[in-house]
């Protein structure tokens, strides 16, 4: 059971916008910790797409978008496209725990 | 380029030892804390440790905390994963990560691709 929840798959057809959530609790984002998310296509390893919650590395692209609210983040995919079918994560800091912590993942699949 | 290059994964016995690399180059290692995170067969991301540029703060997550050692030697440019006891539960791809800061958060903005240990009789 991950301390962040997401949900375990979400899907849509190219072009569509999709979310995904990652709920948490006042331990981890509702104490104020950022939210990062990471993006791990099929057989490679996680690449950061968004960190500091809303903020893009160079070279992701603008279709790519986080935010967050009180003990939630969220990631939207807009103008979806094949090559974005992977799983995601998002990651934050437990206080409680003191350790950093991982959404369970979720698949996102293109239809 | 950063580059991080994971090393030293196995099969291995329970009960038994293990020592994991990660060599690391494009950028300047000793300025960076380094962590590691695995990933079960099918399962999600497990942060497993962290170590800062001097090796001055350590931490480890509950699950591998008194069997697992984490150190770096900065001059060979590398970090390291000392593993003892291991169980099947310890079955997973090892990352080496690197942390970054920017703006007052921080991230792993720098990932290997991964080396794969496989507890088993």
């Known amino acids: 059971q991950s301390v962040l929840t997401q949900p375990p798959s979400v899907s849509g057809a190219p072009g569509q916008r999709v979310t995904i959530s990652c709920t948490g609790s006042s331990s981890n984002i509702g104490a104020g910790y950022d939210v990062c998310w990471y993006q791990q296509l099929p057989g490679t390893a996680p690449k950061l797409l968004i960190y500091?919650?809303?903020n893009r590395p160079s070279g992701i692209p603008d279709r790519f978008s986080g935010s967050k609210s009180d003990t939630s983040a969220s990631l939207a995919i807009t103008g979806l496209q094949a090559e974005d079918e992977a799983d995601y994560y998002c990651q934050s800091y437990d206080s409680s725990l003191s350790v950093v912590v991982f959404g369970g993942g979720t698949k996102l699949t293109v239809l | 380029e950063v580059q991080l290059v994971e090393s030293g994964g196995d099969l291995v016995q329970p009960g038994g030892s293990l020592r994991l690399s990660c060599a690391a180059s494009g950028f300047t290692f000793s300025a960076f804390s380094m962590n590691w995170v695995r990933q079960a067969p099918g399962k999600g991301l497990e942060w497993v440790s962290y170590i800062s540029g001097a090796s001055s703060t350590i931490y480890y997550a509950g699950s591998v905390k008194g069997r697992f050692t984490i150190s770096r030697d900065n001059a060979k440019n590398s970090l390291f994963l000392q593993m003892n006891s291991l169980t099947a539960e310890d079955t997973a791809v090892y990352y080496c990560?690197?942390?970054?800061?920017?703006?007052?958060?921080?991230?792993?903005?720098?990932w290997g691709q991964g080396t794969l240990v496989t507890v088993s009789s």
């Open positions: 990560a690197r942390e970054r800061y920017s703006s007052g958060s921080f991230m792993f903005d720098s």
């Open positions: 500091g919650n809303s």
